[in-house]
């Protein structure tokens, strides 16, 4: 089992900036890709982005690429969503999800990829 901990999220002004952090605790971290995913109001959620199980790769979905960025910290077990440029549009619950995927090339972007959720952290970008 891998317990997930999401922390960071709140109320931001369109153009601002927020962190959001999941922390990893259970299992080996970096054993696991990680991924980022939303769900705003009466919507599906939808995938964010993830990041392979060393680092050195993420994949983004098209509206936030250049404005989001993921990254990791194994030795703290770790995963960041930074996010800039931020619009109303991101307004949603932001949640981590982890898969086995130690040494995989492979890019996990379907919720079904996932078997371990955080709790999610609200955001909510202003006007």
Do not use: H
């Not at 995913?37 to 939808?46: C, D, L, S, V, Y």
């Not at 949640?95 to 952290?121: H, M, P």
């Amino acid at each position: 089992q891998v317990q997930l901990v999401e922390s960071g999220g709140g109320l931001v002004q369109a153009g601002g900036s927020l962190r959001l952090a999941c922390a990893a605790s259970g299992r080996t971290f970096s054993n696991y890709a990680m991924g980022w995913f939303r769900q705003a109001p009466g919507k599906e959620r939808e995938f964010v982005g993830t990041i392979n199980w060393s680092g050195r790769s993420t994949f983004y979905r098209d509206s936030v690429k250049g404005r989001f960025t993921i990254s990791r910290d194994n030795a703290r077990n770790t995963v960041y969503l930074q996010m800039n440029s931020l619009k109303p549009e991101d307004t949603a619950v932001y949640y981590c999800a982890a898969r086995a995927a130690k040494y995989s090339s492979g890019t996990y972007s379907l919720r079904n990829d996932y078997a371990y959720w955080g709790q999610g952290t609200q955001v909510t970008v202003s006007s």
